[in-house]
Protein backbone atom coordinates (compact mmCIF):
# COMPACT_ATOMS: atom_id res chain seq x y z
CA UNK A 1 0.00 0.00 0.00
CA UNK A 2 1.45 3.36 -1.09
CA UNK A 3 1.50 5.61 1.45
CA UNK A 4 0.08 9.40 0.82
CA UNK A 5 1.51 12.34 2.91
CA UNK A 6 -0.24 15.22 3.69
CA UNK A 7 2.42 17.24 2.28
CA UNK A 8 5.49 16.51 -0.12
CA UNK A 9 7.85 19.54 -1.17
CA UNK A 10 9.31 18.68 -5.29
CA UNK A 11 12.46 20.28 -5.85
CA UNK A 12 14.53 20.52 -9.05
CA UNK A 13 17.55 18.79 -8.11
CA UNK A 14 20.14 19.84 -10.00
CA UNK A 15 19.01 23.26 -10.87
CA UNK A 16 18.89 23.57 -7.29
CA UNK A 17 22.42 22.72 -6.93
CA UNK A 18 23.98 24.21 -9.26
CA UNK A 19 22.26 27.33 -7.98
CA UNK A 20 24.14 26.28 -4.53
CA UNK A 21 27.34 25.71 -6.36
CA UNK A 22 27.37 29.44 -7.64
CA UNK A 23 27.23 30.11 -4.06
CA UNK A 24 29.57 27.73 -3.02
CA UNK A 25 32.01 28.51 -5.46
CA UNK A 26 31.97 32.60 -4.74
CA UNK A 27 32.62 31.95 -1.12
CA UNK A 28 29.18 33.82 -0.62
CA UNK A 29 26.13 31.80 1.31
CA UNK A 30 25.08 35.15 3.40
CA UNK A 31 23.36 37.90 3.20
CA UNK A 32 23.41 39.75 -0.57
CA UNK A 33 24.04 38.16 -3.48
CA UNK A 34 21.49 35.81 -4.30
CA UNK A 35 19.01 37.26 -1.64
CA UNK A 36 19.11 40.33 -3.42
CA UNK A 37 18.14 38.99 -6.92
CA UNK A 38 15.58 36.72 -5.20
CA UNK A 39 14.41 39.93 -3.81
CA UNK A 40 14.40 40.87 -7.21
CA UNK A 41 12.65 38.28 -8.94
CA UNK A 42 10.30 38.17 -6.63
CA UNK A 43 8.62 42.06 -6.93
CA UNK A 44 8.90 41.00 -10.94
CA UNK A 45 6.53 38.28 -10.09
CA UNK A 46 3.63 39.83 -7.78
CA UNK A 47 4.30 43.25 -9.24
CA UNK A 48 4.46 44.46 -5.87
CA UNK A 49 6.67 47.63 -4.96
CA UNK A 50 9.11 46.18 -2.28
CA UNK A 51 10.19 42.70 -0.95
CA UNK A 52 12.37 41.38 1.37
CA UNK A 53 13.60 38.15 1.64
CA UNK A 54 13.78 36.87 5.00
CA UNK A 55 14.19 33.56 7.45
CA UNK A 56 11.15 32.79 7.88
CA UNK A 57 7.61 34.30 7.41
CA UNK A 58 6.97 34.36 11.19
CA UNK A 59 10.17 36.94 11.58
CA UNK A 60 8.39 38.87 8.55
CA UNK A 61 5.28 39.24 10.47
CA UNK A 62 6.99 40.50 13.66
CA UNK A 63 8.54 42.61 11.70
CA UNK A 64 5.61 43.80 9.83
CA UNK A 65 3.51 44.85 13.36
CA UNK A 66 6.28 46.38 14.72
CA UNK A 67 7.54 48.84 12.03
CA UNK A 68 3.63 49.59 11.66
CA UNK A 69 3.50 50.48 15.45
CA UNK A 70 7.08 52.35 15.81
CA UNK A 71 6.22 54.71 12.59
CA UNK A 72 2.35 55.24 14.02
CA UNK A 73 3.28 55.57 17.17
CA UNK A 74 1.51 52.62 18.92
CA UNK A 75 1.20 51.82 22.17
CA UNK A 76 1.60 48.53 24.07
CA UNK A 77 -1.51 46.79 24.65
CA UNK A 78 -3.40 48.41 21.64
CA UNK A 79 -5.29 45.91 19.06
CA UNK A 80 -4.94 44.40 16.12
CA UNK A 81 -7.89 42.71 15.01
CA UNK A 82 -6.92 39.17 13.65
CA UNK A 83 -8.42 35.09 13.34
CA UNK A 84 -8.58 32.35 15.63
CA UNK A 85 -8.29 30.48 13.01
CA UNK A 86 -4.43 30.17 11.81
CA UNK A 87 -1.19 28.88 12.60
CA UNK A 88 -0.12 30.61 15.64
CA UNK A 89 2.95 32.66 13.76
CA UNK A 90 0.24 34.48 13.37
CA UNK A 91 -0.98 35.95 16.76
CA UNK A 92 2.46 35.21 17.94
CA UNK A 93 3.63 38.56 15.65
CA UNK A 94 1.09 40.54 17.01
CA UNK A 95 2.19 39.38 20.43
CA UNK A 96 5.63 39.37 20.56
CA UNK A 97 5.08 43.71 18.98
CA UNK A 98 3.27 44.04 22.59
CA UNK A 99 -0.03 44.29 20.61
CA UNK A 100 -3.33 42.52 21.66
CA UNK A 101 -4.61 40.42 19.13
CA UNK A 102 -8.56 40.67 19.25
CA UNK A 103 -10.40 37.75 17.81
CA UNK A 104 -13.10 38.12 14.87
CA UNK A 105 -15.17 35.20 13.57
CA UNK A 106 -14.65 33.04 10.58
CA UNK A 107 -17.12 31.87 7.83
CA UNK A 108 -17.69 29.14 5.71
CA UNK A 109 -15.07 30.25 3.32
CA UNK A 110 -12.30 29.79 6.69
CA UNK A 111 -11.70 33.52 6.80
CA UNK A 112 -12.36 36.36 8.41
CA UNK A 113 -16.19 37.70 8.55
CA UNK A 114 -16.10 40.68 7.06
CA UNK A 115 -19.19 41.69 9.50
CA UNK A 116 -17.47 40.52 12.47
CA UNK A 117 -14.35 42.21 11.73
CA UNK A 118 -16.20 45.63 11.61
CA UNK A 119 -18.12 44.78 15.41
CA UNK A 120 -14.92 44.54 17.05
CA UNK A 121 -13.33 48.01 15.88
CA UNK A 122 -12.80 49.99 19.28
CA UNK A 123 -10.87 53.33 19.70
CA UNK A 124 -8.01 51.21 20.11
CA UNK A 125 -7.97 49.11 17.23
CA UNK A 126 -4.80 49.83 14.86
CA UNK A 127 -4.99 46.96 11.99
CA UNK A 128 -6.51 44.04 10.93
CA UNK A 129 -4.42 41.16 10.18
CA UNK A 130 -5.95 38.90 7.66
CA UNK A 131 -4.60 35.32 6.76
CA UNK A 132 -5.92 33.55 2.98
CA UNK A 133 -6.49 30.18 4.64
CA UNK A 134 -5.27 27.47 2.01
CA UNK A 135 -4.13 30.15 -0.24
CA UNK A 136 -7.99 31.73 -0.51
CA UNK A 137 -8.64 34.96 -1.01
CA UNK A 138 -12.44 35.41 -0.57
CA UNK A 139 -13.21 37.99 1.94
CA UNK A 140 -10.15 39.89 1.94
CA UNK A 141 -11.75 42.67 -0.85
CA UNK A 142 -14.48 44.05 1.65
CA UNK A 143 -12.03 43.44 4.72
CA UNK A 144 -9.56 45.46 2.79
CA UNK A 145 -11.88 47.89 2.54
CA UNK A 146 -13.52 47.62 6.04
CA UNK A 147 -9.91 49.18 6.89
CA UNK A 148 -9.59 51.71 4.29
CA UNK A 149 -12.81 53.04 5.40
CA UNK A 150 -11.96 52.98 9.14
CA UNK A 151 -8.25 54.10 9.13
CA UNK A 152 -6.58 50.87 9.87
CA UNK A 153 -3.44 49.38 8.38
CA UNK A 154 -3.91 45.85 6.80
CA UNK A 155 -1.82 43.05 7.08
CA UNK A 156 -2.11 39.88 4.91
CA UNK A 157 -0.60 36.66 6.19
CA UNK A 158 0.20 35.26 2.87
CA UNK A 159 2.10 32.26 4.37
CA UNK A 160 -0.47 30.53 1.88
CA UNK A 161 -0.92 32.42 -0.75
CA UNK A 162 2.27 32.13 -2.85
CA UNK A 163 0.82 32.55 -6.35
CA UNK A 164 -2.62 33.67 -5.43
CA UNK A 165 -4.16 36.20 -7.85
CA UNK A 166 -7.13 38.57 -7.18
CA UNK A 167 -8.31 39.78 -10.48
CA UNK A 168 -5.62 38.76 -11.86
CA UNK A 169 -3.34 40.73 -10.03
CA UNK A 170 -1.41 38.72 -7.12
CA UNK A 171 -1.98 38.54 -3.52
CA UNK A 172 -0.37 41.48 -1.59
CA UNK A 173 -1.65 44.43 -3.32
CA UNK A 174 -3.88 46.94 -1.69
CA UNK A 175 -2.76 45.90 1.65
CA UNK A 176 0.00 47.82 4.13
CA UNK A 177 2.06 44.94 4.25
CA UNK A 178 1.80 41.30 3.09
CA UNK A 179 4.24 38.59 4.42
CA UNK A 180 4.76 35.14 2.99
CA UNK A 181 6.33 31.69 3.92
CA UNK A 182 8.73 29.77 1.38
CA UNK A 183 9.01 27.51 4.33
CA UNK A 184 9.47 23.63 3.99
CA UNK A 185 6.12 22.57 3.27
CA UNK A 186 4.81 25.68 1.46
CA UNK A 187 3.42 26.30 -2.54
CA UNK A 188 7.17 27.42 -2.58
CA UNK A 189 9.65 25.80 -0.41
CA UNK A 190 12.86 25.99 0.31
CA UNK A 191 14.13 25.17 3.72
CA UNK A 192 12.70 27.79 5.76
CA UNK A 193 12.35 31.55 4.44
CA UNK A 194 9.54 34.10 3.90
CA UNK A 195 9.31 37.51 2.31
CA UNK A 196 8.50 40.62 3.58
CA UNK A 197 6.97 42.80 1.36
CA UNK A 198 5.65 47.25 2.42
CA UNK A 199 3.56 49.20 0.41
CA UNK A 200 5.89 51.96 1.35
CA UNK A 201 10.16 52.64 1.16
CA UNK A 202 10.25 53.57 4.79
CA UNK A 203 9.05 50.30 5.70
CA UNK A 204 11.23 48.99 3.68
CA UNK A 205 14.02 50.10 4.78
CA UNK A 206 13.42 49.84 8.37
CA UNK A 207 12.65 46.11 7.56
CA UNK A 208 16.12 45.76 5.87
CA UNK A 209 17.96 47.06 8.86
CA UNK A 210 16.13 45.32 11.67
CA UNK A 211 16.33 42.38 10.09
CA UNK A 212 20.11 42.24 10.60
CA UNK A 213 20.33 43.69 14.04
CA UNK A 214 19.78 47.59 13.47
CA UNK A 215 23.02 47.50 11.66
CA UNK A 216 22.87 51.26 9.83
CA UNK A 217 22.83 49.97 6.11
CA UNK A 218 23.79 53.18 4.34
CA UNK A 219 27.35 53.28 6.88
CA UNK A 220 27.77 49.60 6.59
CA UNK A 221 28.12 50.15 2.28
CA UNK A 222 30.20 53.01 3.29
CA UNK A 223 32.32 51.02 5.85
CA UNK A 224 33.37 48.73 2.21
CA UNK A 225 34.99 51.43 0.72
CA UNK A 226 38.27 51.16 0.61
CA UNK A 227 39.41 53.73 3.42
CA UNK A 228 40.56 53.73 7.20
CA UNK A 229 36.97 53.58 8.62
CA UNK A 230 35.99 50.08 6.42
CA UNK A 231 35.79 48.73 10.25
CA UNK A 232 32.99 51.39 11.11
CA UNK A 233 29.13 51.58 10.86
CA UNK A 234 26.55 52.71 13.19
CA UNK A 235 23.87 50.22 15.04
CA UNK A 236 21.26 53.51 15.54
CA UNK A 237 18.46 50.67 17.25
CA UNK A 238 18.15 46.89 18.70
CA UNK A 239 17.19 44.90 15.75
CA UNK A 240 16.87 41.14 15.17
CA UNK A 241 18.76 38.24 13.35
CA UNK A 242 15.94 37.76 10.65
CA UNK A 243 17.42 38.73 7.45
CA UNK A 244 17.50 35.47 4.81
CA UNK A 245 20.82 33.67 3.50
CA UNK A 246 21.86 33.07 -0.07
CA UNK A 247 21.57 29.03 0.02
CA UNK A 248 17.77 29.23 0.97
CA UNK A 249 17.35 31.97 -1.81
CA UNK A 250 18.97 29.85 -4.12
CA UNK A 251 16.42 27.16 -3.63
CA UNK A 252 13.64 30.41 -3.91
CA UNK A 253 14.89 31.03 -6.95
CA UNK A 254 14.32 28.14 -8.76
CA UNK A 255 11.08 27.11 -6.89
CA UNK A 256 9.80 30.46 -8.68
CA UNK A 257 10.38 29.11 -11.98
CA UNK A 258 8.12 26.34 -11.20
CA UNK A 259 5.37 28.08 -9.01
CA UNK A 260 2.74 28.89 -11.57
CA UNK A 261 3.10 25.57 -13.18
CA UNK A 262 2.55 23.85 -9.49
CA UNK A 263 0.03 25.65 -8.85
CA UNK A 264 -1.57 24.74 -11.83
CA UNK A 265 -0.95 21.59 -11.18
CA UNK A 266 -2.76 21.65 -7.33
CA UNK A 267 -6.37 23.37 -8.71
CA UNK A 268 -5.80 20.29 -11.23
CA UNK A 269 -6.10 18.09 -7.76
CA UNK A 270 -8.72 19.88 -5.92
CA UNK A 271 -10.49 19.64 -9.24
CA UNK A 272 -10.27 16.02 -9.44
CA UNK A 273 -11.43 15.94 -5.71
CA UNK A 274 -14.05 18.04 -6.12
CA UNK A 275 -15.63 15.49 -8.90
CA UNK A 276 -14.81 12.58 -7.10
CA UNK A 277 -16.22 13.36 -3.49
CA UNK A 278 -19.43 12.69 -2.64
CA UNK A 279 -20.97 16.36 -1.12
CA UNK A 280 -24.10 15.96 1.48
CA UNK A 281 -24.92 16.82 4.81
CA UNK A 282 -22.14 14.47 5.97
CA UNK A 283 -19.41 16.06 3.73
CA UNK A 284 -18.77 19.40 2.07
CA UNK A 285 -15.60 20.86 -0.06
CA UNK A 286 -14.42 24.10 1.06
CA UNK A 287 -14.70 26.26 -2.05
CA UNK A 288 -11.88 29.16 -3.13
CA UNK A 289 -13.95 31.79 -5.12
CA UNK A 290 -13.29 35.31 -6.27
CA UNK A 291 -9.94 34.29 -7.04
CA UNK A 292 -6.97 31.93 -9.00
CA UNK A 293 -6.13 30.26 -5.42
CA UNK A 294 -2.25 28.65 -5.07
CA UNK A 295 -4.22 25.52 -3.41
CA UNK A 296 -1.93 25.31 -0.57
CA UNK A 297 -4.74 23.38 0.94
CA UNK A 298 -7.66 21.25 -0.12
CA UNK A 299 -10.52 21.57 3.02
CA UNK A 300 -13.49 19.41 3.48
CA UNK A 301 -15.90 19.81 6.55
CA UNK A 302 -16.87 16.32 8.06
CA UNK A 303 -20.08 15.81 10.74
CA UNK A 304 -17.71 12.86 11.71
CA UNK A 305 -14.48 13.98 11.09
CA UNK A 306 -12.33 11.96 13.98
CA UNK A 307 -13.64 8.18 12.13
CA UNK A 308 -12.61 9.85 8.56
CA UNK A 309 -9.35 10.53 10.44
CA UNK A 310 -8.97 6.92 11.55
CA UNK A 311 -10.09 5.49 8.02
CA UNK A 312 -7.50 7.31 5.77
CA UNK A 313 -4.64 6.53 8.67
CA UNK A 314 -5.76 2.90 7.91
CA UNK A 315 -5.42 3.11 4.22
CA UNK A 316 -2.15 5.00 4.69
CA UNK A 317 -3.64 8.48 3.69
CA UNK A 318 -2.32 11.30 6.15
CA UNK A 319 -5.12 13.98 6.51
CA UNK A 320 -4.05 17.14 8.59
CA UNK A 321 -5.89 19.79 10.44
CA UNK A 322 -5.83 23.25 9.42
CA UNK A 323 -6.44 25.03 12.39
CA UNK A 324 -7.40 24.33 15.65
CA UNK A 325 -8.78 27.57 17.94
CA UNK A 326 -6.15 29.44 18.68
CA UNK A 327 -8.24 30.34 21.47
CA UNK A 328 -8.09 26.80 22.81
CA UNK A 329 -4.06 27.61 23.73
CA UNK A 330 -3.68 29.30 27.29
CA UNK A 331 -1.80 32.63 25.99
CA UNK A 332 -5.23 33.36 23.34
CA UNK A 333 -7.64 31.63 25.69
CA UNK A 334 -11.08 33.65 26.08
CA UNK A 335 -14.65 32.91 26.17
CA UNK A 336 -14.58 30.75 23.05
CA UNK A 337 -19.05 31.24 22.31
CA UNK A 338 -17.20 35.05 21.11
CA UNK A 339 -16.35 33.37 18.27
CA UNK A 340 -18.90 30.50 17.14
CA UNK A 341 -18.30 29.64 13.55
CA UNK A 342 -14.28 29.74 14.48
CA UNK A 343 -15.34 26.75 16.93
CA UNK A 344 -17.65 24.60 14.75
CA UNK A 345 -15.60 24.52 11.44
CA UNK A 346 -12.47 24.12 13.58
CA UNK A 347 -14.22 20.82 14.81
CA UNK A 348 -15.27 19.99 11.29
CA UNK A 349 -12.19 20.81 8.72
CA UNK A 350 -10.28 17.95 7.53
CA UNK A 351 -7.44 18.83 5.38
CA UNK A 352 -6.58 16.36 2.65
CA UNK A 353 -3.24 15.72 1.10
CA UNK A 354 -2.25 18.05 -1.90
CA UNK A 355 1.14 17.80 -3.46
CA UNK A 356 3.06 17.58 -6.74
CA UNK A 357 3.34 14.14 -6.54
CA UNK A 358 -0.43 12.84 -6.91
CA UNK A 359 -2.34 11.40 -9.15
CA UNK A 360 -6.13 11.72 -10.13
CA UNK A 361 -5.89 7.82 -9.18
CA UNK A 362 -4.72 8.81 -5.57
CA UNK A 363 -7.07 11.15 -5.48
CA UNK A 364 -9.97 8.86 -6.26
CA UNK A 365 -8.49 6.35 -4.08
CA UNK A 366 -8.86 8.86 -1.03
CA UNK A 367 -12.33 9.66 -1.90
CA UNK A 368 -13.18 6.22 -2.17
CA UNK A 369 -12.00 5.99 1.81
CA UNK A 370 -13.85 8.77 2.84
CA UNK A 371 -17.14 7.15 1.28
CA UNK A 372 -16.48 3.72 2.86
CA UNK A 373 -19.18 3.14 6.03
CA UNK A 374 -17.87 2.30 9.15
C1 LIG B 1 3.48 28.60 7.82
C2 LIG B 1 2.72 29.76 8.29
C3 LIG B 1 3.33 30.87 8.88
C4 LIG B 1 4.78 30.88 9.26
O1 LIG B 1 5.65 30.62 8.23
P1 LIG B 1 7.19 30.33 8.55
O2 LIG B 1 7.86 30.68 7.26
O3 LIG B 1 7.27 28.88 8.89
O4 LIG B 1 7.61 31.19 9.67
C5 LIG B 1 2.56 31.96 9.21
N1 LIG B 1 1.23 31.97 8.99
C6 LIG B 1 0.60 30.91 8.45
C7 LIG B 1 -0.87 30.99 8.20
C8 LIG B 1 1.31 29.77 8.09
O5 LIG B 1 0.68 28.70 7.59
Known amino acids: MKTIPLFKP ?91 PVFADIDGTLNLNPGSVVSRITPRTRAIMFVGIGGNAANFPEVREIGRKHGLKVILDAAHMAGTRIDGVHAGHGADVTVFSFHAVK ?58 NSVMASLALVGLKYLDEDNGYRRRIAGWYAGALDEGPELSVVRHEGCESSRHLFQILLENREAAIIKLNRHGINPGVHYRDNREYPQYQEALDKCPECVRLSGKVLSLPVHLGMTEDDVERIADVLKENG
Open 187 to 244: NLPTADSGMLCFSDEESDRMARRLSWLGIDLDTYSRSLKDDAYKWKYDVPCVGFKYHG
Open 10 to 100: SFHVDECLSEIRECLEKGWTGLGYKTLIMEEKWKEYTGLPYAHFLNSATAGLHLAVKILKDRHGWKDGDEVISTPFTFVSTNHAITYAGLK
